[in-house]
Each structure stands twice: as structure tokens, then as C-alpha cells.
């Protein structure tokens, strides 16, 4: 881990600073929206832009890389973040913000898969698992440090925001001035939507379902504590309670992935996490109770992605797994991309109120409970020992960052294979 540290400290801390940028722009505008009277409606449109935006960036930012390089799309989309994220104070406007959103997801998607790739290129195979793992911590570190940095200025002012426009604009130097040779650039080659439902019909349903759950931790939550009338402190725990439930719960959950039938535990963790939403809705209004269920939801859905990767995995020759990982990845933003919209909806006064947004999580995660009980009638258990290695991932990492997890996870479940006929 020492050895990781030392060889890409620089590179972590600027995606630390990216994430705090991006983090800290999701909650802004929630408690901003708010502010400005807009509906619950109205901002579900603007906060599901930026998952449009990282959707169609998985698909052109790679183009782009090959094009003009790895250091110029990063600049460039850098810059762009960066600019946006001082427009949004500067004309508060719903259609502003659905423009500045969609910019921002896209540009976030390209300056992700240039940093994974550049943190590939400067690990190597024995410490590439501890990188990826240090890469996943990092960003998770970076989120949670952006509520802190809300409390910093008036959200109807303009200190907030820049705040996260210079983090983003400082991310730059470490990254770039530490960077030593570009590193090639290739992606796996895709597998289609209807060979993964063949593969792996849970994998995909549950990606698809996961994806709406965690739209709704990232792009409503300050939305949520805005209309529930939460005071600003209040908003920043509240958003940060998901991502320290993610930190905290993901390797404990993945070493249970590796000992036992994961339908099992995606049924155990789903049923968590839909039990702990409708408590949410119920008691909410006490609030170190609501802190404690949403880190509850948090732990459960964040490793929830990782869990889905490694059981679709567990169906498909390993040169697949890549190709899978990137369709999964794609499911998982549509998913994303429409969650907001329903919550909005859901949200809205003459519906469900604000309790809307741990209806909206309740029902995603309680029918992944019940696609995951029918499917366990369909196909035959794989026994533990036949599965492979459960690698953590972050929802928020590209197709790069599954490829190298996979790498990861195959070179473990082969060395462990070794061990075993040697020890044999």
C-alpha cells in the first residue's frame, strides 16, 4: 500500500479534489433550488441531466482520448467543470442548470477515464488490486469531505461555489505535473444487451434497479433534507451519511461475497436496505435516527454494484468479463439517468411529499429483492469454491476501472486456484 502511495500520492489527491468539486456542486444546488422556491420537480430535471451527461461521455470521451491525447481532454474537460461550477450562482436558472449539469456529467466521465487509465499505467500487477482500492477510498473520501465544505460560505451566495470551482481547478496541477508517459489507450470490446440478459438476467435488472438508488443518494438527497426542512448542518451529514456507510460496509460485505451464495447476499443486502428506507420514511423526523438509516442505506446499495459485477462474472469465461463490465456499467446509467425524474414526481406535494425519496429507494431495492428470490429458482447454485474474487467498485468508476478490477479479480482467482493444486 506504501509502495502505491508513493508512486501515485499525486494522482490520488487531485481525484480526492475532483470528487470534493463534484460532491459539493450535487449538494449546493439541492439546498440552492430550495433557496430559489424551485419545485421538487424541477430540480429531479436538473439534478438527472448529470447522469445523462456521464452517460453519453462513456461513449464519446473515449473517442476523444484516442484522438488528442490523454492530457489535452483532461484540460480541457477540467476547465470546462471548473467554469460551470461559477456559472451556477452567477445566473440561477432551471435550464442554466440543466446545461451546466449535463456538461459537467459529461466532462466528469472523460477526466474519470483519463485518471483510471493514468493510474493503470502507474501500478503494476502485484499492487494493482491495492491501487484500485486506494482509487475507490479516495473518491469516496473526497464526497464525503464535500459536505463538510458546504457549511463554508451561504449557499445563496457564491463562496460555496467557488469553493468547488478552485478544488476542481487545483486538481489539475498534481495530476499533470506528475504524470510521467501517457499510457496507451484501449477499451475491451462490448457485449451486447441481450448477451448479458442471457449471462446474467439478475446482473442486469439489478444494475438497471441499483442505478435509480443511487441517482437518488447523489442527486436528491440534498433536495430531500431541503424539503424536509432540515437546517444547512443538517443537509451536509445527511448527504455524507451514504458515502461514510459506503466506506465503511463495502470490504466486509465483499469478503462475505466470497464465502457464500451471493443471490443470498444480494437478497440480504437489498432486503437491508429497503427495510431501512421504510423505517426512514416512518422516522424520519428524529434525526440522528435518519443519519443511522441512511448510512445503513448507503453500506447496503454501494456494495450492491460491486456484488452484481462479480455474480454476473461468475457466469462468463473470463476474456468476457470486460466487455461485460462496460454493458453493466451502461445499464447502470440508464438507470441512473431516469431515477431523479420519478423521485420528482414522487417528491412533489400531491404525492408523497419528501417522503417520496425513501419511498422511491424502498421499491427499487424491495423488487431486487424479488427478482433475486425468483431467480434463485431458476438456475443452480455455483459453488463458493467455482466463484471468483469480489472486487470493489466504486458507482461512480467507468468502464477502465471495471476492466482493471476484472484484471484483478482473475489474476487472485487464478493465483488462489494455483495455491490450492500446489497445497494439493
Known amino acids: 500500500m506504501f509502495q502505491v502511495l508513493s508512486s501515485a ?9 475532483l470528487m470534493l468539486g463534484n460532491g459539493l456542486q450535487g449538494t449546493l444546488l439541492g439546498v440552492r433550488g430550495g433557496i430559489e ?11 438527472s441531466t448529470y447522469f445523462v451527461g456521464l452517460l453519453i461521455g462513456s461513449w464519446i470521451a473515449p473517442g476523444m482520448i484516442r484522438r488528442v491525447g490523454h492530457v489535452r481532454v483532461f484540460a480541457a474537460l477540467a476547465s470546462l467543470i471548473s467554469a460551470v461550477m461559477v456559472i451556477y450562482p452567477a445566473l440561477p436558472n432551471p435550464i442554466v442548470w440543466m446545461i451546466g449539469r449535463l456538461i459537467v456529467g459529461f466532462c466528469f466521465s472523460g ?8 493510474l493503470n499505467n502507474a501500478a ?7 491501487a484500485l482500492s486506494l482509487y475507490m477510498i479516495v473518491m469516496t473520501l473526497g464526497l464525503v ?8 460560505g451561504d449557499p445563496a451566495g457564491y463562496l460555496p461555489f467557488i469553493i468547488a470551482s478552485v478544488a476542481v481547478s487545483i486538481s489539475f496541477a498534481p495530476i499533470l505535473l506528475s504524470i510521467s508517459p501517457t499510457p496507451a ?5 462490448r457485449m451486447t444487451l441481450r448477451q448479458l440478459m442471457e449471462a446474467s438476467p439478475l446482473g442486469c435488472v439489478g444494475m438497471f434497479l441499483i442505478g435509480g438508488v443511487f441517482a437518488a443518494q447523489f442527486g436528491m438527497a440534498a433536495v430531500y433534507a431541503t424539503e424536509a426542512g432540515l437546517k444547512l448542518h443538517q443537509v451536509s451529514l445527511f448527504a455524507a451519511s451514504f458515502y461514510v456507510g459506503a466506506l465503511f460496509l463495502q470490504f466486509p460485505l465483499g ?6 451464495d451471493r443471490r443470498v447476499l444480494v437478497i440480504f443486502v437489498a432486503g437491508t436496505g429497503a427495510a431501512a428506507s421504510a423505517l426512514a420514511m416512518i422516522f424520519g423526523g428524529h434525526f440522528i435516527v435518519l443519519l443511522t438509516l441512511s448510512f445503513v442505506i448507503g453500506g447496503m446499495v454501494n456494495p450492491l454494484y460491486s456484488l452484481l459485477l462479480a455474480h454476473t462474472n461468475d457466469f462468463l469465461e473470463h476474456d468476457d468479463m470486460a466487455a461485460a463490465s462496460g454493458g453493466l456499467i451502461f445499464i447502470n446509467g440508464l438507470g441512473a439517468s431516469t431515477g431523479p425524474l420519478i423521485i420528482g414526481w414522487l417528491m412533489s406535494d400531491a404525492v408523497f411529499g419528501p417522503n417520496g425519496f425513501f419511498l422511491f429507494m424502498g421499491m427499487l431495492l424491495g423488487a431486487l429483492v424479488l427478482y433475486a428470490l425468483y431467480r434463485s429458482t431458476q438456475r443452480a447454485t455455483i459453488p463458493v469454491e467455482e466463484t471468483g474474487v469480489m472486487a470493489a467498485m466504486s458507482p461512480s468508476a467507468t468502464s477502465v476501472a471495471a476492466e482493471v478490477a476484472q484484471e484483478y479479480a482473475i489474476e487472485t482467482e487464478l493465483e488462489e486456484q494455483e495455491n490450492a493444486a500446489n497445497a494439493g
Do not use: C, H, P
Not at 422556491?37 to 424541477?42: P, R, V
Not at 477526466?111 to 493514468?118: D, K, L, P
Not at 469531505?145 to 463554508?152: K, N, P, R, T
Open 9 to 17: 500520492w499525486a494522482l490520488l489527491l487531485g481525484i480526492g479534489l
Open 37 to 47: 422556491g424551485y419545485s421538487t420537480f424541477t430540480m429531479s430535471l436538473v439534478m
Open 124 to 130: 503494476d500487477n502485484e499492487n494493482r488490486g491495492k
Open 255 to 260: 469478503l462475505l461475497s466470497d464465502r457464500m
Open 185 to 189: 489507450f484501449g477499451t475491451a470490446k
Open 145 to 152: 469531505a464535500a459536505q463538510g465544505f458546504i457549511l463554508i
Open 111 to 118: 477526466v474519470y477515464v483519463t485518471a483510471e487509465s493514468w
